[in-house]
């Protein structure tokens, strides 16, 4: 739908987590998604660009 | 033409949603915006009556439609129209129910509300022509009606030019190639530049244009954000679970962590166990607050905004979206990071 800055994560019902990892990997999954999401608010895009995140 | 209008209790000038459940009332002459209707059809066509119901009554009982029709065939009518509904859900589906209920019982029927409008799929085989979003848009809106009613009484059919929206009339007609030959002709067009040749138009959703990126995060003010209906436990502001007609925003600023319990999920398009479990899966206000704490993010805003992404029309999410922009724009946010379920 044309969102400028996309951070592709694991399932729709938990866009910020993954409930199939150990509760301490799971933060550290969704720190890194953040990360991401500030890495890709801090780039010059000119169209829809995913911001892929290193995985864990 | 002898026309009967119909519109809801709001627009008859009975009341707003205290009024919601009146039954089916008629009265003779224009009657609120239908008088801006009737002099716009000059001297041809004449307003004869409005019909009104209220919104509740009209959207939720069965016989609602042919008791109206029933009032609408009493004060002589050729011709029905109704609305404009707008971006109205009750209003919408009154008023196509009643332009198709008038069809079927042998009048000329036009409905006229939003395209996005869910009435749009009750009015068939009744048309229906677009008005703007809001009653912001009564003039232009009632313009449309106007020109449309005017082709209409002289038989004219009306087209997507005029306004017609809902599903198009399908009409047999033979061509001079079977479908095979028009899809190979089509992907040969395709591959040989051609980016617009179609038989099936898709709806076109515009472009949106990348924000400006900011310097440095650990400077910056950052909104979080979410359509993936994380509200307070209990739901105060009434968020629906499918077809948000709303935006809430809830505070966040004495708020360390988004504890079980006190927060749930209200979407209606997937399971919320998991966001339920740990409603940071949802808005991820645990792992902001350590960046802010390291440095990595300037500051966090002391609020969260939140809509159900759930069957939401296109156009009520990009006005989610603009008013949200407004806002943080407002309070100095320089980035919003939202979560999409």
Same mark, same amino acid.
């Given at each position: 739908m044309g969102a400028p800055r996309v951070v592709p994560t694991r399932g729709i019902p938990y866009p910020a987590g993954d409930p199939t990892l150990r509760p301490e990997e799971e933060k550290a999954w969704r720190r890194l998604l953040l990360e991401t999401a500030l890495k890709a608010v801090s780039t010059t895009v000119h169209k829809p660009t995913v911001f892929t995140p290193a995985t864990i | 033409m002898k026309i009967v209008h119909y519109v809801n209790q709001f627009f008859a000038g009975l009341g707003g949603e205290e009024q919601a459940g009146v039954g089916p009332q008629s009265r003779p002459a224009a009657v609120g915006p239908g008088r801006k209707l009737d002099s716009l059809l000059g001297d041809d066509h004449q307003i004869v *009556? $409005? @019909?009104?119901?209220?919104d509740d009554y009209a959207a939720s009982k069965d016989t609602a439609a042919a008791e109206i029709v029933a009032l609408i065939k009493e004060a002589g009518a050729e011709m029905v129209v109704a609305g404009p509904a707008f971006t109205s859900g009750r209003y919408g589906i009154a008023c196509g129910r009643v332009a198709a209920a008038a069809h079927n019982a042998g009048l000329s029927a036009l409905a006229i509300m939003h395209a996005e409008n869910p009435g749009v799929a009750e009015a068939a085989p009744a048309q229906v022509v677009a008005s703007g979003l809001t009653a912001r848009e009564m003039g232009k809106s009632l313009q449309t009606a106007a020109e449309a009613i005017a082709k209409i009484a002289a038989g004219e059919k009306l087209t997507a030019a005029d306004g017609l929206v809902g599903s *198009?009339?399908?009409? &047999?007609?033979?061509? #001079?190639?079977? *479908?095979? $030959?028009r899809a190979v002709d089509l992907a040969l067009a395709r591959l040989g530049g051609d980016r617009q040749a179609t038989e099936i138009p898709m709806p076109d959703f515009g472009i949106v244009h990348p924000a400006q990126p900011i310097d440095d995060p650990s400077e910056a003010l950052i909104a979080i954000l979410t359509e993936g209906g994380l509200v307070p436990t209990g739901n105060p502001g009434r968020l629906e679970s499918a077809r948000a007609t709303k935006w809430l925003r809830y505070p966040l600023a004495d708020v360390q962590e988004l504890a079980?319990?006190?927060?749930?999920?209200?979407?209606?398009?997937?399971?919320? %166990? %998991? %966001? &339920?479990?740990?409603?940071?899966?949802?808005?991820?206000?645990? @792992? %902001?607050? #350590?960046?802010?704490e390291e440095g990595a993010i300037g500051r966090l805003y002391g609020e969260y905004f939140v809509t159900t992404g759930n069957g939401t029309t296109v156009a009520d999410g990009a006005r989610y979206g603009v008013e949200w922009a407004a806002e943080l724009h407002k309070a100095g946010v320089q980035a919003a990071i939202l979560t999409a379920t």
């Open positions: - | *009556a $409005t @019909v009104f119901c209220g *198009a009339p399908r009409i &047999n007609r033979l061509v #001079e190639k079977d *479908a095979a $030959t079980k319990y006190d927060y749930q999920s209200i979407h209606g398009g997937f399971s919320t %166990a %998991a %966001a &339920n479990d740990d409603p940071h899966r949802i808005l991820p206000l645990d @792992v %902001a607050r #350590e960046l802010v």
